[in-house]
């Protein structure tokens, strides 16, 4: 079983940046593909960024490439989410997912993993 806590969301200006955390228990933590997805009231949840165990295989959607890096330290079990230029749109609830193992482009569906957090707001005002 793993648990995945989030920390970092608030209310930040158009332009900003925030930091997202992501701390997972359970001592196999390396051995899962670690991801973000975000969700707005009365829409699907939207994959935004994914790190595969090994770090070889990193995925972003289109709409915050070039503004988001997702990294993981896996001696402290957590998987960061570094957004800059932050724009309204970007405003969600924004989730940590975990799935054991590593599915390529699959990683990008909710379907994929057995893990989540409970959420972090993110608040971009303009």
């Known amino acids: 079983q793993v648990q995945l806590v989030e920390s970092g969301g608030g209310l930040v200006q158009a332009g900003g940046s925030l930091r997202l955390s992501c701390a997972a228990s359970?001592?196999?933590?390396?051995?899962?593909?670690m991801s973000w997805f975000r969700q707005t009231p009365g829409k699907e949840r939207e994959f935004v960024a994914a790190?595969?165990?090994?770090?070889?295989?990193?995925y972003y959607v289109d709409s915050v490439k070039g503004r988001v890096t997702i990294s993981r330290d896996n001696n402290k079990n957590t998987v960061y989410m570094q957004m800059n230029s932050l724009k309204v749109e970007d405003t969600a609830v924004y989730y940590c997912?975990?799935?054991?193992?590593?599915?390529?482009?699959?990683?990008?569906?909710?379907?994929?993993?057995?893990?989540w957090g409970q959420g972090t707001q993110v608040t971009v005002s303009s």
């Open positions: 997912a975990a799935v054991r193992g590593d599915y390529g482009l699959g990683l990008i569906y909710p379907s994929a993993y057995n893990y």
């Open positions: 359970g001592r196999t933590f390396s051995i899962y593909a």
């Open positions: 790190i595969s165990w090994s770090d070889r295989n990193i």
